[in-house]
């Protein structure tokens, strides 16, 4: 019983960090251009996710903050402006992406 409740516990503080991430992803701007699924603006974070997977991660942090555009590009020719998000918040949408 006792490890149930742990068990219990455990997931729904997971929830939470994993809610407060999502968030930070839409705060930071990022789910108007990425959908999880689909490509839309932007490619799909699952898609990104598999190019992405195993990369350092303050790499791709600098990468959203400073945006990309001309011959940097990698999806194709839309441009990805620069996020005036906080450094912290864009981390954490990475890192949530990243569990996609």
Do not use: Y
Request: one cysteine or more; aromatic letters at 6%.
């Amino acid at each position: 019983m006792f490890i149930k409740k742990i068990l219990i516990i455990s997931l729904l503080a997971f929830s939470q960090f994993a809610f407060a991430d999502k968030m930070a992803a839409m705060s930071s701007g990022c789910l108007g251009c990425h959908q999880v699924e689909v490509k839309t603006v932007g490619p799909a974070i699952k898609d990104i996710v598999k190019k992405h997977k195993g990369a350092d991660i303050e790499q791709l942090v600098q990468i959203v903050k400073n945006g990309k555009s001309g011959d940097q590009l990698t999806w194709g020719t839309t441009p990805m402006p620069p996020n005036a998000a906080s450094v912290e918040n864009i981390r954490k949408a990475i890192q949530w992406m990243m569990t996609h």
